[in-house]
């Protein structure tokens, strides 16, 4: 995509279509579903400071901040086969209390 540059000389019309075109581009920060949502440079740098968490750092965020993981989260079945059209078990999934 190109960048919308405005220029000095540009009509007052085609400054309008360009802010408007820029501001499309952007979006709208009141849509931005980070906890910084007053500009988009912060938004970046909170997405970009979760993504360099660890597995642990990745558990804790998404346990408080989504739903708790607690071990009655994890019950089901301890296994879960996986058939061909034969019948045949091709592949066994184990679940975290297996």
């Not at 085609?14 to 938004?43: P, Q």
């Amino acid at each position: 995509m190109a960048r919308t540059l405005v220029d000095i000389n540009d009509l007052v019309s085609t400054w309008k279509d360009k802010t408007n075109e820029i501001s499309f581009n952007v979006g709208d920060l009141a849509e931005l579903r980070t906890v910084e949502d007053s500009d988009l440079v912060g938004a970046i740098n909170e997405i970009w400071g979760l993504a360099r968490l660890d597995s642990s750092g990745i558990v804790t965020l998404i346990g408080n901040t989504y739903f708790p993981i607690t071990s009655a989260n994890l019950a089901g079945p301890e296994s879960l086969l996986l058939l061909d059209s034969d019948g045949t078990v091709v592949k066994t999934l184990y679940g975290a209390n297996a």
